[in-house]
Structures are given as structure tokens and as C-alpha cells.
């Protein structure tokens, strides 16, 4: 019934790592662990694990990571070898490369997207792209 083999509650490389809100950091991050910005961050974040961006979390640069959740805004080139997920809240725009995308209605999406298998490097060519308007509340989104 009990058992010693627990596994840890940490993500792949150490422990999570978090920048709060009303924190502001200008430079590059990188990183093995997961990363949750609820602050604003002016620069390049590169990590083998996920990227979560708080309600009241900013982004302006370029990310590359694993999987990805937004609910806040994001600005510039997003690089995603597996899931984006897309919150109602979330505000995106500029260039996302990404292998799977889930959008929640009332998410904004002004961006260029590439979609496809193995999506991990900004050199990637693969997939096909997509330009998405704006899709608000329970509006589809507009491919072209």
C-alpha cells in the first residue's frame, strides 16, 4: 500500500524556476528546468523543459523550449518542439514554430505560425505556414 519509491515532485534538470511579478529582468536565460514568468522578461529564454507565462507575465524576445503555456503576452519569436497551449488570456505576437497548438477562445494569436513534426530549431524549415489573425472570444481564426 505505502511504498519508498516516491518520485520527486521536481522537473528534469532541478527544480522549477519562477520569475515573480514586479520583477523585471533584461537579458538571456537558459536552462535545463521549467520556467514560469508572472514578471516581464526583455530577452532570449532556451530550455529542455516547459515555458509558462503568468496572466501578468511579458515576454519580448525569443524562446525555444519543449512545450509552452501562455495566459499573458508574448512578443516576438517562439520556438516549441511539442504543445503551445494558448489560454483565453493570452496576447501573442510576432513568429511561432511550433509542432502542436491548442488555443482557448478569447486568446489573441497575431502571429506567424509553423506548423509540423520536429519543430525544435529556429533553423527548422518544416511544416507548412500559416498566417492566423486575431481570434477573439468564439471567433475562428482566420488561415490564409
Known amino acids: 500500500m505505502f511504498s519508498d519509491n516516491k518520485k520527486p515532485m521536481e522537473s528534469f534538470g532541478g527544480q522549477p524556476n519562477r520569475i515573480e511579478k514586479n520583477t523585471v529582468i533584461k537579458g538571456n536565460i537558459t ?9 516581464k ?24 523550449c519543449v512545450n509552452a503555456d501562455i495566459e499573458g503576452n508574448f512578443d516576438g519569436e517562439l520556438f516549441v518542439s511539442e504543445l503551445l497551449s494558448l489560454k483565453s488570456s493570452a496576447k501573442i505576437e510576432g513568429t511561432v514554430n511550433v509542432s502542436k497548438l491548442s488555443v482557448e477562445p478569447g486568446a489573441t494569436f497575431n502571429a506567424s505560425c509553423s506548423m509540423g513534426k520536429g ?18 472570444s468564439n471567433e475562428p481564426a482566420k488561415v490564409s
Open 31 to 39: 536552462s535545463q528546468a521549467d520556467f514560469r514568468i508572472d514578471g
Open 119 to 136: 519543430v525544435s530549431t529556429p533553423t527548422s524549415n518544416s511544416g507548412t505556414t500559416h498566417k492566423i489573425g486575431s481570434t477573439k
Open 41 to 64: 522578461l526583455d530577452g532570449n529564454v532556451k530550455t529542455s523543459g516547459k515555458v509558462v507565462i503568468g496572466k501578468d507575465g511579458l515576454i519580448k524576445g525569443k524562446v525555444e
